[in-house]
């Protein structure tokens, strides 16, 4: 593959890890930097160059992806004194895959346009699973033609690429997204619970409400009760998967967004509290499905 882009690869976690190792199966030459030295060493081994810090990384690049657990983390590494659009080659393309507020995605996309450089937001669905497989949705929210200019890194990553509308619309489609999630996720394990209270058996009451009205994704796919479904987080103590405090950041952020456009979320609201309540009582590092720990009547 001839005139391959120099691409730069900021943020390399639970998932920008196996997406910037993705990139390396096609065969894309990668420049990466995180604050973890063992997530470097994992990179270089496959055969990435790593970086002294995120401004060396971007050096002679045509393309920066960047990969980051929230929007403060975004502004920092873009914008202010230290921040890397100065140091960014004139008409690179950036493209931003960490899930932040709308309006920080704005933000630092119009700050990119004054320097000339081209920026999408491109939020991810899938988890690690998705990352790792290589079948990512990504959610973009820019130009038509930098979405065009980007295509083929996202189609290396994922299968599903959706374009939103522009600047920020990524961020704002899956910030909607993630809060049905949540509502769906309780909902489900609120179900289960009730079910199982009153002497139900959760195989049995699952198999039926997924082939009944109540069905969907998180019963069908992701079953929050242990032993119901295999290779799902519930069914190894709720390790892996999304976590309860990503999962509670988004449903924040989709709090942010009703309260800057007057619009009612009370379903979202009271999703966001139930999170909320269960991270303080430890559970955040665990899976979003253990929300089911909270709700179902103690033994």
Same mark, same amino acid.
């Given at each position: 593959?001839?005139?391959?882009?120099?691409?730069?690869?900021?943020?390399?976690?639970?998932?920008?890890?196996?997406?910037?190792?993705?990139?390396?199966?096609?065969?894309?030459?990668?420049?990466?930097?995180?604050?973890?030295?063992?997530?470097?060493? /994992?990179l270089?081994?496959?055969?990435?160059?790593?970086a002294?810090?995120?401004?060396?990384?971007?050096?002679?690049?045509?393309i920066?992806?960047?990969?980051l657990p929230?929007?403060?983390?975004?502004?920092?590494?873009?914008?202010?004194? /230290?921040?890397?659009?100065?140091?960014?080659?004139?008409?690179?393309l950036?493209?931003?895959?960490? /899930?932040?507020?709308?309006?920080?995605?704005q933000?630092?996309?119009?700050?990119?346009?004054?320097?000339?450089?081209?920026?999408?937001?491109?939020?991810?669905?899938?988890?690690?699973?998705?990352?790792?497989?290589?079948?990512?949705?990504?959610?973009?929210?820019?130009?038509?033609?930098?979405?065009?200019?980007?295509?083929? #890194?996202?189609?290396?990553?994922?299968?599903?690429?959706?374009?939103?509308?522009?600047?920020?619309?990524?961020? /704002?489609?899956k910030?909607?997204?993630?809060?049905?999630?949540?509502?769906?996720?309780?909902?489900?394990?609120?179900?289960?619970?009730?079910?199982?209270?009153?002497?139900?058996?959760?195989?049995?009451?699952?198999?039926?409400?997924?082939?009944s009205?109540?069905?969907?994704?998180?019963?069908?796919?992701?079953?929050?009760?242990?032993?119901?479904m295999?290779?799902?987080?519930?069914?190894?103590?709720?390790?892996?998967?999304?976590?309860?405090?990503?999962?509670?950041?988004?449903?924040?952020?989709?709090?942010?967004?009703?309260?800057?456009?007057?619009?009612?979320?009370? #379903?979202?609201?009271?999703?966001?509290?139930?999170?909320?309540?269960?991270?303080?009582?430890?559970?955040?590092?665990?899976?979003?499905?253990?929300? #089911?720990?909270?709700?179902?009547?103690?033994?």
């Open positions: 593959m001839s005139h391959q882009p120099k691409i730069a690869f900021i943020g390399l976690g639970n998932m920008g890890a196996p997406m910037a190792l993705n990139l390396l199966k096609a065969d894309y030459q990668l420049t990466v930097f995180d604050l973890s030295a063992s997530a470097l060493k /994992t270089t081994d496959a055969g990435a160059k790593a002294s810090d995120a401004q060396a990384a971007v050096q002679s690049a045509n920066v992806i960047s990969m929230a929007s403060r983390h975004v502004e920092s590494l873009y914008l202010g004194d /230290t921040g890397i659009l100065p140091h960014i080659a004139d008409g690179a950036i493209i931003d895959c960490s /899930t932040i507020a709308p309006q920080s995605a933000k630092v996309a119009q700050a990119a346009a004054a320097r000339g450089l081209a920026m999408i937001d491109a939020p991810v669905s899938g988890g690690t699973a998705g990352a790792a497989a290589g079948t990512l949705s990504f959610i973009v929210g820019g130009s038509a033609a930098n979405l065009e200019r980007a295509r083929p #890194l996202l189609a290396a990553m994922g299968k599903n690429i959706f374009h939103a509308g522009d600047n920020g619309a990524g961020q /704002t489609a910030i909607c997204n993630n809060m049905l999630l949540g509502i769906l996720m309780a909902g489900t394990a609120e179900a289960l619970a009730l079910g199982v209270a009153n002497g139900l058996d959760p195989k049995v009451l699952s198999d039926i409400m997924s082939k009205s109540g069905r969907n994704w998180a019963l069908e796919l992701y079953n929050p009760y242990p032993g119901v295999d290779n799902v987080p519930a069914s190894r103590g709720y390790t892996g998967g999304f976590g309860t405090d990503l999962m509670l950041k988004d449903l924040g952020l989709a709090t942010g967004a009703a309260l800057g456009s007057n619009a009612s979320i009370p #379903l979202g609201e009271a999703v966001r509290n139930l999170y909320a309540i269960h991270s303080k009582a430890g559970a955040g590092g665990l899976d979003f499905s253990s929300i #089911l720990n909270l709700l179902k009547p103690a033994a």
